[in-house]
């Protein structure tokens, strides 16, 4: 708790450095021992890096509230779509050896025909 409250307090320093203002701010408009823009850019880095950090910890709370029905939901999704992409891969798989089948045919009836008529000549 005592880091939310120092990221709050540096966060209204912040600002105030920056020109903004908030409601109700009772801190002081100066960064205690910041200086220089340099100061300023590595304070608004770590609260950058903080607010990183919040948001993979919020984002890890949200992936591990799910209920395990919600969790099956996805997962039976996914695998219907897995084997929707599979069905259709067969069915065209499926259709190209039909095809081929039947040119195979075709180009049998063609030369048994030849070979009759080059015998019968």
Not at 3 to 13: D, S
Not at 73 to 95: I, P, S, W
Request: net charge negative.
């Amino acid at each position: 708790m005592e880091r939310v409250k120092q990221i709050t307090v540096n966060a209204k320093k912040l600002l105030h450095v920056c020109g903004m203002r908030s409601e109700g701010d009772n801190v002081s408009r100066s960064l205690d021992g910041v200086t220089s823009d340099l100061d300023v850019e590595a304070l608004a880095k770590g609260l950058l890096e903080l607010i990183r950090e919040l948001d993979q910890y919020l984002q890890s709370l949200l992936q591990s509230n799910k209920p395990a029905s919600l969790l099956l939901q996805e997962e039976v999704a996914r695998l219907e779509k897995d084997l929707t992409t599979k069905a259709e891969l067969m069915k065209r798989t499926d259709d190209m050896i039909t095809d081929a089948h039947t040119k195979i045919e075709k180009l049998k009836t063609q030369h048994t025909n030849a070979l009759y008529n080059s015998s019968t000549s």
